[in-house]
């Protein structure tokens, strides 16, 4: 009974030291200002305790190695580190952002070894990035994306003031606690916004070379304002790596700075454009645009969908653009003498920038477009070695790989240049109608620049209407079969061409292309119908087609008929019923005379259909007689035939084994002749 009572004594007594020992633990650490103010000296860790604790932290981490870190999730390894790094003063985790992060990942082990324990007041500082977690706040509050931390502040007689406390239940890192985390979703793949893709095409760049700021040109006399300007000009042939956003900022900026200067001074100022200035400007012109257009970076895949697609941009777009800003200014100048510049605007010239323009940036092929415009305009002896290196870049494109990014702005800049042609139009003009813009609707990227080839189609029918068969006969040769919206596109061009053709012109199309339209109409593509049905509501066609009814009608009152009742949309049906109550309006004769010759047209089809059967089952018929009557005319052949029947790969037992077909038939035919 008394040993009883002694452990039961003992029990308590151990129970109440280990409650005040946890109650110690978790309530903060006096500091030592407020330990010397209670008469207590200051409690601290002394060298021999911290080396002590910080080799323990060691050996724990290498028995027990800590997983990798990973930005964005709290970080720490197992329980009895964690209370050893805390009771030895050291940081838990290090950011990816720091040294010491990124070496977490490629040895935890190794990172552990090197954790620095935190010295006296004497001893220098470590900057130690805090405790992350997954908000991006630290233990305290928010931390920026680049801390650096001051030292641990220390007490009167050297001692380390207390840490913060970290969280209690640190999770662990690993691909678990990852998969956990709010910002990851459930296959581990990061789900974020791509951005708009942005390269480079300029491969080198000027290195080692510094970007100074020259004065502005309000800063200098009158007179030493031509060589400030040339001055810039060749400052500008500096080039910069606009593939790494954070490389040379100061210069980027400088740079664009004084591009836009020389836009402005030759902008605001007159007679500052001399002949000794060309040189400089065609040479700062050619050094920043003029390079090697880099490959798709899908050349092999679909063609580039711009309802879909994003076209990748110029990363270094912020000078070129304002170089080509500069180049047209200068072209467009009262100022600009083509004399002075022939010597540097040639045919080579001219090569360079068409090769520019199978750039994948739009703002850049448009800026091209311009600029080729006006070099058209202002040098008269290259219009026709520009409209011939034109049409060689449409004959690689049609007849050879059909990828090309300028399609568009090209024809765009012939359709201006078609618009001044004269009258009557040359042959070359008409080969090249018949030779390049007719074969260009048959690539299967029409979509990307068909609005600028049916304007210039048009344009040439304008200036010349005895085209107007040819183009609508190769628009039939070229026309799709199975590629509905690319026969929408066709059909508009028809259209268009049907608002401007001569009466006289249309007559001589009029069969071949009706005929096609009623095929159109017939089609089980909505969009397809319902384009051709729309030729109905355009007031020159109904026109042209109500002088030409009694041809006109004959071709399409099939198809339309049949679809009134037989189509599945009803949206055809509408347009259907509209399209035959203008033709009885027209002519209420020949439509009359019209749905009779389709009532007897559909009887003798039916007629036909009812023979057809009929024979058939004839056929069935004679199969099965003749079927029976093989083994009484012949038993010896009947015999051998049903030798072969038992081998199941010989052709004669398979006729024989699908009695009542062909097989029986030619058996009996050589029943007989035997």
Known sequence: MKGLKNRVLYRSKSNSSADSTSSSSSSPAPSPTSAKGAGQAPQHFSDAQQLAKASAAAASALAHPAPAVVKGAVVAGPPAIVADKRAAGLQLTTDLDSPVGKSNLESPTTNSLKTVALGHAGAPAHPVPTLYTAAGTSASGPVPQQQK????????????????????????????????????NKDGIPVSKLPKRQRSSRFHSSEHVEFEKLPNFREVLAHERTGLFVRKLQQCHIMFDFSDATSDLKGKEVKRVTLTELVDYITTNRGVITEEVYPAVFSMFACNLFRTIPPQVNPSGDAFDPEEDEPVLEAAWPHLQIVY????????????????????????????????????????????????????????????????????????????????????????????IINGFAVPLKEEHKVFLSKVLIPLHKAKSLGLYHPQLAYCVVQFLEKDPSLTSEVVLGLLRFWPKMNSPKEVMFLNEIEEILDIIDPVEFQKVQVPLFTHIAKCVSSQHFQVAERALYYWNNEYIVNLISENVAVILPLMFSSLYRNSKSHWNRTIHGLVYNALKLFMEISPKLFDECTN??????????????????????????????????????????????????????????????????????????????
């Open 597 to 674: 010759k389709y009532k007897q047209q559909r009887q003798l089809e039916r007629k036909k259909q009812k023979e057809r059967e009929e024979a058939w089952v004839k056929i069935e018929y004679m199969a099965q007689a003749n079927a029976v009557k093989v083994p009484e005319a012949n038993p010896h052949f009947a015999k051998h035939l049903g030798d072969l029947d038992a081998s199941p790969t010989t052709p004669m037992s398979l006729g024989h084994t699908f009695g009542y077909g062909f097989g029986s038939v030619r058996v009996g035919r050589m029943n007989a002749a035997m």
């Open 149 to 184: 931390l001051a030292s641990p502040t220390t007490g009167g007689s050297g001692g380390l003031m207390p840490m913060e406390t970290a969280p209690k239940d640190v999770p662990r890192a690993g691909p678990i606690s990852r998969l956990k985390a709010g910002n990851a």
């Open 325 to 416: 800003e500069f180049f047209l200014r200068f072209i467009e100048s009262p100022d600009f003498n083509p004399t002075f510049a022939k010597r540097y605007i040639d045919q080579h010239f001219v090569l360079q920038l068409l090769d520019l323009f199978d750039s994948e940036d739009p703002r850049e092929r448009d800026f091209l477009k311009t600029t080729l415009h006006r070099v058209y305009g202002k040098f008269l002896n290259l219009r026709a070695f520009i409209r011939r290196s034109i049409n060689h870049v449409f004959f690689h494109f049609v007849y050879e790989n059909e990828k090309h990014n300028g399609i568009a702005e090209l024809l765009e800049i012939l359709g201006s």
